[in-house]
Each structure stands twice: as structure tokens, then as C-alpha cells.
């Protein structure tokens, strides 16, 4: 690409823009001569300009619909640490928040997320999530150069292919899923496949290639069938064909039930239907319903009357379609299926929950805990998702907004939110009833402190558990700062008494 290409590709951006933001992009153009200067001369290793890489980092972003501050991070976010401006140019020229922003993916760029030591990996976490607290965008913008990268990995040598494969795969990929970006998640996941499995990868687009095919084939004939009826009944949906990710396919071939046989997997194509209203998603449901059979037991879901813990609104049923082949439809609304694309509402939570098979009671525990794990980076992503107003935008990614708050982590990185006064003991109970009701010690950050130590952003906290349910201890209720740890407190103090 020449540098006129490039330039005709900037403007592509600055339209994609305009359509969604609206704003002024005056702001943008000097980003992007700003970024041309500092990386004059400057090539990538695939033999392109180096812009071109801030550029696609940028468009990606513009992809995902976000804010003018994040697009200039990304143009700007290689100038000073590759290029060759001055980190106070960029800062009096674009102000605080893009040179805070720059910063930020600087150091998370700085950090080595697969350490050799599992303590390392965990320190490195906290670290990013840390950042990530600081300002959501840091990450986002950190995908993007992540995807890119990946996208030219091929030019790199091969030892560095593999390493950053990995990263990928093991930290960015469950952070986009984290983020609820799953889309990113598989896009990132299929983009490093090839460099860490590579005969295993060629020899599934091989085996697989027909399988795509007959069930893009397969949904293409029920589309028309399903559209046929909504035409009578006056409903105009958009129909899509999902198919599954090929990382994720690789895997589920790996569960024991499948043992490798693709004929088994058939959610490989998924049919993704999307209509209007509320109203009009239940007509589809009569309609798919009434065309093809639902396949008894095995999963009909209506997550528009009841939605996932994270907000996820669609309906699943799985029909026989023609030829008895069994097939998932999705239903859902266009308002539901923005929200669910990039509302970053994963099924994380409700997945993970879902692992911890158990009493519904304990699942149901499972899925709160969840929730409040998820609640922080949810409300900074709704949040950001309010791009028009932009100053509510600002105070909602600013620090301050979080700063009342505790990110309290347990050994195995799980992220737990806290009040500023919080102790180990609050920790406990927020884990799990039964956990505060065996706590003997505490290490914070490796070292056992006083159970009334005030616990604070970034601790790692371990709970030393002894056998038996511990006697209660009414000092407790003087340190604790939750109303959760109070409640589970008198509750063992009155079940002790019996
Ligand atoms: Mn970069």
C-alpha cells in the first residue's frame, strides 16, 4: 500500500466515523499527520508503511463504534515508544486524556502476560486489569493493536510467532470473553491457531471445509421456507448464517462425548434470526416451530423473558430441520442483538457459573457471585457504550469514578469488587458464606496480616481455612464493612447457639 492508498483509507475512517459519532474530526486529521511524521520512513516487517498498522488499529476501533479519543489513542499509540515523537508533544498537542490513554496501552504492552511462574502471570494480571479499571478504553484499544498484530504475524520470526500466539490465545483472548467481546475472542483465537497447532489446523480447514459448507447449504433452504412464512404474517427478518469459530471447533471436537467426530458437532453453523420487536421474535418462534419439529429435552431457552445473568436477550431452540438434522435457531430483536454484539454482555458469567455443577441453591449462589464479579467492568461498558453524551462518557472511563472502590483479588486471579473499608474477613464471605465460616488466617500478598488489616486495590488475598466451621466471633461485626459479612456473621453466630 502507497501512501496515497493510505491516505484514501483514512478517509474511509473519518467517514465511518462522522456516520456514527457525528463529531468534528479536525482532532482525528491531526492525529493521523502526527502519526505519519513520527513513523516517517518507517516500515512494518511485511514491507508496509508502519501507518498502516495505527491506521488498521484505528479502523478496527471504529469497528467496534468507539469514541474519537480512543480512534487518536490508537493512530497515536506506537509514536512514541517506536516513533519518534516526544510523549510531550503528543500530550500538549492531543491532550490528557489520549496521552493518558497512550500510556496506558504502553504499559500493557510492557507487561510480559505469560510468565514463567504462575505467581508472575497472576502479578501481571492485576496489573492489567489495574489499568484496566483506570480506563476501560486502554484495553479496547490494546485488542485492536493485539488483532493487527496478529493479522501480520506471518512476517515475524518464527520463535516470536509462537510466543505471541500464545499470549494471545491464553490472556487477550479470555479477556475479550471476559469483555464480552466474543466475536473478538474467536477472531483472535482463529488468528493464532495456525501458529501454535499448525498440522492440526491445516488438516480441520481440510476435514471441515464440506461440513461449513453443506450446513451454510442446509440453513440457506430453511431461510427460505422461514422467510416464506414471514412474508404472510408480515414480519421482515434478517436471517444470518453463524458458524462457529474454528479454534472453538477444534475444542469441542476434544470433548469426550465427541471424540473428534464432526458429524456430532451441529451447532456448526448456527441460524441467527433477528426481527423488529419482542412481539415479532415470538411470531418466528410459532413459525420455526411450526416448519420444524423442536427437538424434545434438548434445549429450548427463552432468555428474552428471562435474560442471562449478564443481559444476553435471545430466544434458542434447537428443530429438526429438513432431513432431521438437528439445528439451532436464534431469535432475537435488533435492539437485543446490538446490545448482545457489542454490549459486551458475554456469557461468561453464566457459563462459569454453570460449570460449578451443583444444588441449585449453590449454582444459583454461583451465579451472583458472578454477577458481582462482572458488575464493575458491565457498568464501565454501559458506560461507554453512551458515546453521545460525552461528558457522562468521560466521568463514567475516569478513575475517580471507581475510585470509591476496592478491586480485590483471590490466588487464582478472580477479581472481587469491595468497599474502600473492606478486611479479609469481608473478603471471605463475599467468596462464599462457607468460606467466612472457616477462616482462620489471612495472607495478603503472601504474608498473613490481622484479619482487620483494610484490604486495598490490587491485594491478593488468601484465606487460610480451618477444618471444622470455626466458632464465631462477635469482634468481627466491629471491623467488617459489608452488610454481607454482617448478615453471614450473626447468621453462624445464631446457627452456633443450637
Ligand atoms: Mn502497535
Redo the contacts with the bound molecule.
Keep these: 500500500m502507497n501512501s496515497k492508498d493510505l491516505d484514501s483509507k483514512f478517509e474511509q475512517l473519518l467517514t465511518k466515523v462522522r456516520r456514527y459519532n457525528g463529531a468534528d474530526t479536525k482532532l482525528l486529521k491531526r492525529a493521523w499527520k502526527f502519526t505519519k511524521l513520527a513513523h516517517t520512513g518507517q516500515k512494518r516487517l511485511t514491507g508496509e508503511p508502519y501507518i498502516s498498522?495505527?491506521l488498521a488499529?484505528a479502523s478496527i476501533l471504529a469497528e467496534w463504534r468507539l469514541d474519537e479519543t480512543s480512534i487518536i489513542a490508537a493512530l497515536l499509540?506506537?509514536t512514541v515508544?517506536?516513533g519518534g515523537a516526544k510523549k510531550e508533544d503528543l500530550c500538549s498537542e492531543f491532550g490528557e486524556d489520549v496521552c493518558r490513554l497512550v500510556d496506558g496501552?504502553t504499559k500493557v504492552?510492557d507487561l510480559k502476560l505469560r510468565g514463567e511462574r504462575k505467581e508472575q502471570q497472576l502479578e501481571n494480571l492485576r496489573k492489567l486489569i489495574l489499568v484496566m479499571a483506570k480506563d476501560l478504553r486502554v484495553v479496547l484499544v490494546k485488542l485492536a493493536?493485539r488483532i493487527?498484530?496478529m493479522q501480520t504475524l506471518s512476517a515475524l520470526p518464527k520463535s516470536k510467532q509462537v510466543r505471541i500466539a500464545r499470549e494471545t490465545v491464553e490472556v487477550y483472548a479470555p479477556l475479550a470473553e471476559r469483555l464480552g467481546i466474543g466475536e473478538v475472542k474467536g477472531q483472535l483465537e482463529d488468528l493464532a491457531f495456525p501458529y501454535l497447532y499448525k498440522n492440526e489446523y491445516k488438516e480441520l480447514v481440510k476435514v471441515s471445509k464440506p461440513y461449513y459448507k453443506k450446513a451454510q447449504e442446509y440453513i440457506n433452504k430453511m431461510k427460505r421456507s422461514i422467510l416464506k412464512d414471514c412474508a404472510k404474517q408480515n414480519i421482515r427478518p434478517e436471517v444470518h448464517a453463524r458458524e462457529k469459530h474454528l479454534f472453538s471447533l477444534w475444542k469441542k471436537l476434544q470433548r469426550p462425548n465427541i471424540k473428534g467426530d464432526i458429524k456430532k458437532v451441529n451447532d456448526i453453523v448456527a441460524m441467527r434470526v433477528v426481527v423488529e420487536s419482542v412481539e415479532d421474535a415470538y411470531k418466528l418462534l410459532g413459525i420455526v416451530h411450526s416448519l420444524y419439529k423442536p427437538i424434545p429435552h434438548l434445549g429450548f431457552s427463552d432468555f428474552i423473558a428471562q435474560p442471562k445473568p449478564n443481559g444476553y436477550r435471545s430466544i434458542h431452540t434447537k428443530v429438526f430441520g429438513p432431513g432431521i438434522r438437528p439445528v439451532e435457531v436464534q431469535i432475537t430483536t435488533i435492539h437485543f442483538h446490538e446490545h448482545n454484539e457489542f454490549g459486551f454482555a458475554a456469557h461468561w458469567s453464566y457459563s462459569e457459573a454453570k460449570q460449578t455443577r451443583a444444588t441449585p441453591e449453590k449454582l444459583d449462589k454461583g451465579v451472583m457471585i458472578e454477577k458481582k464479579k462482572l458488575d464493575w467492568v458491565k457498568q464501565l461498558v454501559e458506560w461507554q457504550k453512551q458515546l453521545t453524551d460525552k461528558e457522562e462518557f468521560m466521568k463514567a472511563v475516569k478513575f475517580d469514578a471507581l475510585a470509591h472502590r476496592n478491586f480485590i483479588f483471590s490466588p487464582k486471579g478472580d477479581v472481587y469488587d469491595l468497599p474502600s473499608k473492606a478486611t479479609p474477613v469481608d473478603f471471605a464471605f463475599a467468596v462464599h458464606t462457607d468460606m467466612g465460616r472457616h477462616v482462620k488466617a489471612a495472607k495478603v500478598n503472601g504474608r498473613v496480616v490481622s484479619l482487620s488489616r483494610k484490604l486495598k486495590s490490587g491485594d491478593v488475598v488468601q484465606i487460610i481455612k480451618t477444618k471444622l466451621p470455626k466458632k464465631p466471633t462477635r469482634d468481627w461485626l466491629e471491623f467488617v464493612a459489608t452488610e454481607n459479612a454482617k448478615r453471614g456473621i450473626r447468621k453462624h453466630m445464631r446457627e452456633w447457639k443450637k
Aim: aromatic residues 0%; hydrophobic residues 15%; glycine residues 0%.
Design positions: 498498522h495505527p488499529a499509540h506506537d515508544e517506536d496501552v504492552s493493536d493487527h498484530n
